[in-house]
């Protein structure tokens, strides 16, 4: 998953910065967490983009994946991501995540239409169509 987080650096004491985070866990039990406050953004390879007027606003976007090879058939993914203001109330930040997905892996052992099979299916679909139209023509 893709997510990016902005956050304003007050300079408020430890514990009292806006902060953001994204826990993942697969049937309640925890995968990996990632933190950060704006103490964190100042010096952790976060830009600055911007200010509120006073305090500078830092961003950063990252990538987190984790290899689904142990997962199996009706295993529950949660991912929570949370955003908050500073402790004082007045300075804060936002966060989104995008692009939550799995990659494509093929099967190892494709199943390949047979020719006369996908033939069949076709001829079976040209036959509903043209009983459909005659039932038309007998109902009208």
């Not at 004491?13 to 994204?22: K, L, M, T």
């Not at 993942?24 to 950060?36: C, D, E, H, K, Q």
């Amino acid at each position: 998953m893709n997510w990016g987080a902005a956050l304003i650096d007050p300079g408020h004491p430890p514990g009292d910065q806006p902060f953001f985070g994204i826990d993942v866990s697969v049937n309640g039990t925890p995968l990996g967490t990632f933190t950060a406050d704006a103490t964190d953004a100042a010096g952790g390879g976060w830009t600055v983009a911007g200010s509120d007027g006073w305090d500078p606003l830092y961003y950063k976007q990252d990538t987190w994946s984790y290899s689904l090879s142990s997962f199996i058939v009706g295993d529950s993914v949660r991912v929570e991501m949370f955003v908050a203001d500073c402790g004082w109330g007045g300075h804060g930040g936002y966060a989104f995540l995008d692009g939550i997905g799995t990659a494509y892996q093929p099967p190892d052992n494709p199943v390949v239409p047979v020719p006369a099979a996908v033939i069949l299916g076709s001829l079976g679909i040209s036959l509903a169509g043209w009983l459909s139209h005659q039932r038309g023509k007998l109902l009208a």
